[in-house]
């Protein structure tokens, strides 16, 4: 398994996926972070880039916070 940590932008005009200098990535997301929807959009666009289940990934810490922590599997090999 692979952590790491995001930054969300909700509410943004366009779907996005930024890498920082520390690793950690920034994504806009169209969804309001109303009832979780931003949190739905934010699984589905990391599991296309990832290319892994949505069931797979599993969002650790912050919930209800901009600042998240991330699991993804690591790709098989």
Do not use: H
Not at 19 to 24: H, K, P, Q, R, V
């Amino acid at each position: 398994m692979a952590i790491f940590q995001v930054k969300i932008k909700p509410s943004s005009k366009q779907q996005s996926i930024e890498t920082e200098a520390d690793g950690s990535f920034k994504i806009c997301l169209k969804s309001p972070p109303v009832d979780g929807k931003a949190n739905q959009e934010l699984i589905k666009l990391l599991a296309k880039k990832f290319n892994v289940k949505k069931s797979e990934i599993t969002i650790k810490s912050g919930l209800s916070s901009k600042n998240k922590l991330i699991e993804i599997p690591l790709p098989k090999i």
